[in-house]
C-alpha cells in the first residue's frame, strides 16, 4: 500500500479518523483490492499516516461497520466481498447471491395483502380492485444489509402468502409464473434517514435506487420491485457489445 494513498488534511474540519478511514476506503476501490486480501498491520498504518494507534483504530472501526473490511482477532484485517450484478441477467437476489459464493438472507418489513395505488395498477395491467402481495424486507449479504427492496405482485400469481419464503423467483416459479424478461432502472441517489438505518450506513451515503418490472414470455407484467442498495457494496456491470460490427 503506497504512502501517498493514505493521507490527512490537517486543514479540513473533518475529524482526522475519518479522513483516513475514507482514504483507506478510496484506496480499495481504486485498487480493487481482491476479496479476503489482508490490510497492512495497524503499526504500519500509523507510520504510513503519522497518527496514532487510537487514531487507526478509530478509522478501521469505521470502515468495520461499514463494512468495508472485516477485523478477525489475533489475524488481522481484510477486505470484504462486494456484490455484483450483471444488468443483461435476469435473476433474483437469493439466485444472483449464491451464485457469487454469498450467504444471502432477509429482515421482513412487510408481508401482507393489500390493493394497488392507481400507478401500481397501471404498470401491473390489473384492476385497483385486485389482490396483490407486497413484499418489503432488508436483504442481507453474509449477514450485512445490502439492500431494501419493495415488491408487489398480482396475488394470483403467487402461492399463499404463507409460502413465499426467501426467494420471491422460486414462489413464482412453483405457479409456472417466473419471469422471462423484463426491464431495469437504476439513478444515483442518497439515502435518507430510515434507509441509512436500515442499511447500517450514515446518512447521504450513496445508494443506487433499482426499479424493476418484468414479465412473462406473454407481456403479461409479473412484479415491480423498487430496490436501494448501498453504493459501497453493490456493483451494477453491464455488458456492450457492438451490433454493427461484422
Known amino acids: 500500500m503506497e504512502l501517498s494513498k493514505i493521507s490527512r488534511d490537517n486543514g479540513k474540519t473533518t475529524p482526522l479518523y475519518i479522513q483516513i478511514a475514507n482514504s483507506i476506503h478510496a484506496y480499495i476501490t481504486d485498487n480493487k483490492l481482491a476479496v479476503g486480501e489482508a490490510l497492512p498491520p495497524e503499526r504500519d498504518l500509523c507510520a504510513m499516516t503519522g497518527t496514532s494507534r487510537v487514531t487507526i483504530r478509530k478509522a478501521l472501526d469505521k470502515l468495520a461497520k461499514d463494512n468495508v473490511i472485516q477485523r478477525k482477532q489475533g489475524m488481522g484485517t481484510f477486505v470484504l466481498p462486494r456484490m455484483t450484478q450483471l444488468g443483461s441477467s435476469l435473476s433474483g437476489f437469493t439466485d444472483s447471491a449464491y451464485n457469487q459464493g454469498h450467504n444471502p438472507d432477509a429482515i421482513w418489513i412487510m408481508k401482507a395483502y393489500g390493493t394497488p395505488t392507481a400507478e401500481e395498477a397501471s404498470i401491473l395491467k390489473i384492476s385497483q380492485a385486485d389482490k396483490v402481495v407486497r413484499l418489503g424486507r432488508v436483504r442481507l449479504s453474509d449477514g450485512h444489509p445490502l439492500a431494501i427492496e419493495h415488491a408487489i405482485v398480482p396475488a394470483k400469481l403467487l402461492p399463499e402468502i404463507s409460502e413465499i419464503s426467501e426467494s420471491l423467483y422460486q414462489a413464482l416459479e412453483t405457479k409456472g409464473n417466473r419471469p422471462i424478461k ?25 445508494v443506487l435506487r433499482i426499479e424493476r418490472r418484468t414479465y412473462l414470455q406473454d407481456g403479461t407484467p409479473i412484479e415491480l420491485t423498487r430496490s436501494v442498495y448501498r453504493g459501497d457494496r453493490y456493483d451494477f456491470v453491464m455488458n456492450l457489445e457492438n451490433k454493427h460490427l461484422a
Open 182 to 206: 423484463g426491464t431495469q432502472k437504476v439513478r444515483a441517489s442518497l439515502a435518507n434517514p430510515t434507509e441509512a438505518g436500515l442499511l447500517s450506513i450514515e446518512e447521504n451515503s450513496e
